[in-house]
């Protein structure tokens, strides 16, 4: 019999004690094994590397998990044996994807930015550790493979399908705004009846929002660009694609040059400030023109749907009134795009 395979029934054997015996009892045999191992092939415990940020470059999808085994610690790499088998014959060919295509990370081995990628949690652990930042979650493969999968894998991969082109933006029920999800919730302002077109503004740089955060103009201006340029995709209801377009997207100017490019470096300037439909928008603001299918037109003129939300995440940096750039307001006649 190979090293390899050798180890790997000893791996598996350990894991089977750690299951059936006594905790006492498990450690005794665990401490023997290691040691008549002796380092020479055989079962060593490769020191985990949990207290170092992995790299999330290039990966759409990371699966997260509280924390690696017995078993993972040993062979250096999570999701293995049983567990492993399961993950790519039943996740993974739901998602249609392969091991190589995503990443498998302990919550300690996540950076803090991610980013647009994916964060699918991996149990009660992961998703508790994970929060808001988890995009969905997932029973860990050991549930699945002790209590069988009831479908829920496969609705949640379809919907992490959807998820790797759907952006953030949302067509949301105003009566139905989540309160603490870091989602941004803004009114429909216009309506072009003609073309089933609304507008509305989806981020305003001189506005604090719900949660009482100020977002900067480069900011704003980034995450516009970064919509446009990747995804162009409107949800319905945070769960599934909207039967809708968008048609215009824009920024709305600034005075002059320097003072655009004196608020992109948050030192002092001038902005414009205008009425926009119902809404008051300034320099800098986000606003976005969507053509709307049938339903969703009726929809809108039912009051069902009336605002746009953007969900993501950032982070919070206290600011002092006195560490914010001054800005003198212009009241301008017309924000509107030619």
Not at 183 to 209: F, Q, S
Request: proline share 5%; hydrophobic share 40%; net charge neutral.
């Amino acid at each position: 019999m190979s090293k390899e395979k050798s180890r790997d029934y000893l791996e598996q054997a350990l894991t089977l004690a750690k299951q059936q015996l006594p905790g006492w009892a498990w450690a005794m045999i665990h401490q023997a094994a290691r040691g008549y191992a002796g380092g020479k092939g055989g079962l060593v415990k490769k020191a985990p590397e949990q207290s170092k940020a992995k790299s999330i470059d290039g990966l759409e999808v990371v699966f997260v998990v509280s924390e690696s085994n017995e078993l993972e610690a040993a062979r250096g790499k999570l999701l293995v044996g049983a567990d492993g088998v399961t993950f790519n014959d039943v996740y993974l060919k739901a998602l249609d994807l392969s091991r190589s295509d995503v990443g498998v990370f302990t919550l300690d081995e996540l950076p803090q930015s991610v980013g647009n990628t994916t964060l699918v949690a991996l149990g009660k652990g992961a998703k508790a550790g994970l929060g808001d930042r988890a995009t969905v979650s997932m029973p860990h493969p050991t549930a699945i493979r002790k209590l069988g999968d009831s479908g829920e894998v496969a609705r949640k991969a379809k919907a992490i399908r959807n998820l790797l082109t759907k952006p953030p933006l949302q067509c949301q029920d105003a009566d139905k705004r989540p309160e603490s999800n870091g989602a941004l919730t803004v009114e429909i302002a216009k309506a072009d009846d003609e073309k089933r077109i609304v507008y509305g503004v989806v981020l305003d740089p001189y506005k604090v929002d719900a949660h009482g955060d100020l977002i900067p103009p480069a900011e704003v201006e980034k995450t516009a660009h970064g919509w446009m340029a990747k995804s162009r995709i409107v949800g319905l209801q945070h769960s599934e694609m909207a039967n809708a377009v968008p048609v215009e997207s824009w920024l709305v100017p600034y005075p002059s040059k320097e003072d655009y490019k004196a608020a992109m470096a948050g030192k002092p300037h001038k902005a414009n400030k205008a009425a926009f439909g119902s809404d008051v928008v300034h320099s800098g603001t986000w606003i976005l023109g969507t053509r709307l299918g049938k339903e969703e037109w009726a929809a809108v003129k039912s009051g069902e749907l009336n605002a746009y939300s953007i969900g993501g995440f950032g982070k919070r940096s206290e600011l002092a009134a006195s560490d914010a750039p001054q800005v003198e307001f212009i009241e301008a006649e017309n924000v509107e795009k030619n």
